[in-house]
């Protein structure tokens, strides 16, 4: 195998590549963006063309919306507006209260609950949701694609991806021409690790033909497949017509963070901060933007704004991942003690997420790698590669058994992580920097010098606290000698 890279290169033939998007949606977002306004012009015409006079102002979100279009919102469609999400729960709850026995409003109910919990952060909500979703389910029976949508909803929430396989694949059996139940079902298999599966199931779902509503969400599931598969310009095409094509604020805060999240990936750090301001501007409980916006910050140096931003966002939703941010600049900023604080609080968000169902294994087990105890991590995270093997627990699980002083045994883990060939197409700094690491250890240093390598030149802020090991240990490897043969 040719190691002049550390990310593989794959031995089957990839899928073919997407075709180009529309430059006209991402000129008007470019400009929108520039002048510090994105919003209600952003709107999706016939035929690509925009007339000269100003769109009007997007709907205001599921309230405003026919309740046949609620259940596509609150299950996976559209991102909708938190206090819109609340009204439509209220509305939802006197209904069933007064008929018990309709099935489909049990179904909105308990979508509407898992998307509430996703946006606010409060996985209080799960429990509420299965019981509706279960209630309409026992009223109407096992062909409810409305329930079967909500429940796999709920299991992604949870991170529970091979409940969230079986009833996507229900409901997508019993409907296959809907688009809604190809989304989820690509990211519950996605987080088992299947990639072949979920890239056909992409296929499948950019075959049908969706209407304006919906054709932003569609391009926002292409754009995190095209991510995964190492095609960053076209995941950001994808992102940026999504957003343009919004109907709602809410809905395009979520794709404009999503495009925050991609430049932050690619280390271009005025193109994040620009993105994740802008979503804040549209929708303040925009849930990925907040923490998006301190990370970019304490790379640019700005440490007092990232360090409030940071603090700002845990205090709203006390995320268990933000938390881990959060002390680990802390302790690249030698503030052991309050990293520590960072560290109680994760412990007691994760305690409130497990209550309501959610798998939270993944954090714990990278928490414990290098703030605990790295055998625990260990056996977290085989727990967690047994049952769902995706790339993300295959960087964890390999990262937790160096940390243990299991190199030999680490090195495949970090490889399935990186390499196209094993399954991983994302390009990670973190990834490639765990992987270098490793095989520095295992003194393979032509491809730790290169892993390392790739790690800066992806991202070179991509953690306060690793970055300057990453450089560190370049400057102890130091160049390669010439006759260093390849090691595969």
Same mark, same amino acid.
């Given at each position: 195998?040719?190691?002049?890279?550390?990310?593989?290169?794959?031995?089957?033939?990839?899928?073919?590549?997407?075709?180009?998007?529309?430059?006209?949606?991402?000129?008007?977002?470019?400009?929108?963006?520039?002048?510090?306004?994105?919003?209600?012009?952003?709107?999706?015409?016939?035929?690509?063309?925009?007339?000269?006079?100003?769109?009007?102002?997007?709907?205001?979100?599921?309230?405003?919306?026919?309740?046949?279009?609620?259940?596509?919102?609150?299950?996976?469609?559209?991102?909708?507006?938190?206090?819109?999400?609340?009204?439509?729960?209220?509305?939802?709850?006197?209904?069933?209260?007064?008929?018990?026995?309709?099935?489909?409003?049990?179904?909105?109910?308990?979508?509407?609950?898992?998307?509430?919990?996703?946006?606010?952060?409060?996985?209080?909500?799960?429990?509420?949701?299965?019981?509706?979703?279960?209630?309409?389910?026992?009223?109407?029976?096992?062909?409810?694609?409305?329930?079967?949508?909500?429940?796999?909803?709920?299991?992604?929430?949870?991170?529970?991806?091979?409940?969230?396989?079986?009833?996507?694949?229900?409901?997508?059996?019993?409907?296959?021409?809907?688009?809604?139940?190809?989304?989820?079902?690509?990211?519950?298999?996605?987080?088992?690790?299947?990639?072949?599966?979920?890239?056909?199931?992409?296929?499948?779902?950019?075959?049908?033909?969706?209407?304006?509503?919906?054709?932003?969400?569609?391009?926002?599931?292409?754009?995190?497949?095209?991510?995964?598969?190492?095609?960053?310009?076209?995941?950001?095409?994808?992102?940026?017509?999504?957003?343009?094509?919004?109907?709602?604020?809410?809905?395009?805060?979520?794709?404009?963070?999503?495009?925050?999240?991609?430049?932050?990936?690619?280390?271009?750090?005025?193109?994040?901060?620009?993105?994740? +301001?802008?979503?804040?501007?549209?929708?303040?409980?925009?849930?990925?933007?907040?923490?998006?916006?301190?990370?970019?910050?304490?790379?640019?140096?700005?440490?007092?704004?990232?360090?409030?931003?940071?603090?700002?966002?845990?205090?709203?939703?006390?995320?268990?991942?933000?938390?881990?941010?959060?002390?680990?600049?802390?302790?690249?900023?030698?503030?052991?003690?309050?990293? +520590? +604080?960072?560290?109680?609080?994760?412990?007691?968000?994760?305690?409130?997420?497990?209550?309501?169902?959610?798998?939270?294994?993944?954090?714990?087990?990278?928490?414990?790698?290098?703030?605990?105890?790295?055998?625990?991590?260990?056996?977290?995270?085989? +727990?967690?590669?047994?049952?769902?093997?995706?790339?993300?627990?295959?960087?964890?699980?390999?990262?937790?058994?160096?940390?243990?002083?299991?190199?030999?045994?680490?090195?495949?883990?970090?490889?399935?992580?990186?390499?196209?060939?094993?399954?991983?197409?994302?390009?990670?700094?973190?990834?490639?920097?765990?992987?270098?690491?490793?095989?520095?250890?295992?003194?393979?240093?032509?491809?730790?010098?290169?892993?390392?390598?790739?790690?800066?030149?992806?991202?070179?802020?991509?953690?306060?606290?690793?970055?300057?090991?990453?450089?560190?240990?370049?400057?102890?490897?130091?160049?390669?000698?010439?006759?260093?043969?390849?090691?595969?």
């Amino acid at each position: 195998m040719d190691n002049r890279q550390c990310v593989g290169t794959s031995l089957v033939p990839e899928p073919p590549a997407p075709r180009r998007s529309r430059r006209v949606l991402r000129r008007v977002l470019v400009a929108a963006l520039a002048g510090g306004v994105v919003g209600s012009a952003l709107v999706l015409l016939p035929e690509e063309r925009r007339p000269h006079r100003p769109a009007p102002p997007p709907a205001a979100g599921p309230p405003a919306q026919p309740r046949a279009q609620a259940l596509t919102t609150v299950t996976y469609g559209v991102p909708a507006a938190l206090p819109g999400l609340t009204a439509l729960i209220g509305r939802e709850e006197q209904r069933v209260r007064a008929q018990p026995r309709d099935a489909r409003a049990w179904a909105v109910l308990g979508s509407a609950y898992v998307a509430r919990g996703r946006r606010a952060g409060d996985a209080a909500d799960y429990p509420r949701a299965e019981r509706a979703l279960r209630t309409s389910l026992d009223v109407r029976g096992t062909r409810n694609t409305e329930a079967l949508d909500g429940l796999t909803a709920l299991a992604l929430a949870r991170r529970d991806f091979p409940t969230a396989k079986r009833y996507g694949e229900q409901a997508l059996k019993a409907t296959p021409k809907r688009w809604s139940a190809y989304p989820p079902l690509i990211d519950a298999y996605h987080g088992l690790g299947d990639y072949t599966k979920a890239r056909a199931t992409l296929d499948k779902l950019m075959e049908l033909r969706t209407g304006p509503a919906e054709r932003p969400a569609v391009m926002a599931r292409a754009a995190a497949v095209y991510r995964d598969r190492g095609w960053r310009e076209d995941a950001v095409a994808q992102l940026t017509d999504a957003a343009a094509a919004a109907r709602t604020p809410a809905e395009q805060a979520a794709w404009l963070a999503g495009l925050g999240q991609l430049a932050w990936e690619r280390g271009d750090l005025p193109d994040a901060l620009r993105h994740f +301001e802008a979503a804040l501007r549209l929708d303040p409980d925009q849930r990925a933007a907040p923490a998006g916006r301190a990370r970019t910050l304490a790379a640019l140096g700005r440490t007092a704004q990232a360090l409030a931003a940071y603090r700002a966002a845990v205090a709203k939703r006390p995320d268990p991942e933000v938390l881990l941010e959060l002390g680990e600049l802390y302790e690249s900023l030698e503030q052991r003690g309050v990293a +520590e +604080e960072q560290y109680a609080r994760l412990k007691a968000a994760v305690r409130q997420s497990v209550a309501g169902g959610v798998d939270e294994e993944l954090v714990i087990g990278r928490y414990e790698a290098d703030h605990g105890d790295p055998w625990d991590a260990v056996e977290r995270l085989e +727990e967690e590669w047994r049952r769902q093997p995706g790339i993300e627990v295959a960087d964890a699980l390999g990262w937790a058994l160096h940390r243990a002083g299991e190199d030999q045994r680490a090195l495949p883990y970090a490889t399935a992580a990186t390499d196209k060939a094993k399954g991983g197409g994302v390009r990670s700094a973190l990834y490639a920097f765990h992987r270098g690491v490793i095989e520095a250890e295992l003194e393979r240093y032509g491809p730790a010098r290169r892993c390392l390598e790739e790690a800066l030149r992806i991202n070179p802020y991509f953690s306060p606290l690793w970055v300057p090991v990453a450089r560190d240990a370049l400057r102890t490897l130091g160049e390669p000698p010439a006759d260093e043969p390849p090691e595969s």
